[in-house]
């Protein structure tokens, strides 16, 4: 099966609430296109850890493997497979070219164990710019981070002291 995802993530703050969203969109073997959107707020994170979970909660909410072409426009996780930096990073034990510690190694081991059953590919797409679904996902995550009501507790966040 093959799923196009679009993600996005959002902080008011950074770090500060913040929240994700994702359109997940596929069509059945009847040919009936599919979609589905989630999103979730956090009290407090930041705009890269939620960009991660936009793309995480998508694959995690794949039942069997599929084909999936990931849309985002974070340059942090586009390049991060498409110039293989996640590869280098895995390789030096979580750490950059330049030895220090890689931010948020919880997420991208997250993200990684996601992605294993599936075939993905990311695409850049430019922010802001009146791409229908890039300007929904973001629509769900700026409403995520803004819905005090239901802020959940992005824990990964909260273990490093808030200091990434």
Known sequence: MRVVVWTDGS??????????????????????????????GYRETTNNRMELLGVISALEALKRPCEVEVHSDSQYVVNAF????????????WKTASKQPVKNPDLWKRLLAAKKPHDV??????GHAGTELNERCDELATTAADDRAN??????????GGLF
């Open 151 to 160: 802020w959940l507790e992005d824990k990964g966040f909260s273990a490093q």
């Open 11 to 40: 902080s008011r703050g950074n770090p500060g609430p913040g929240g994700y969203g994702a359109v997940l969109l596929f069509r059945d073997s009847a040919g009936v296109e599919h979609r589905r959107e989630l999103s979730a």
């Open 121 to 126: 590919t990311f695409i850049w797409v430019k």
């Open 82 to 93: 498409n110039k293989g930096w996640v590869w280098g990073w895995l390789k030096r034990g």
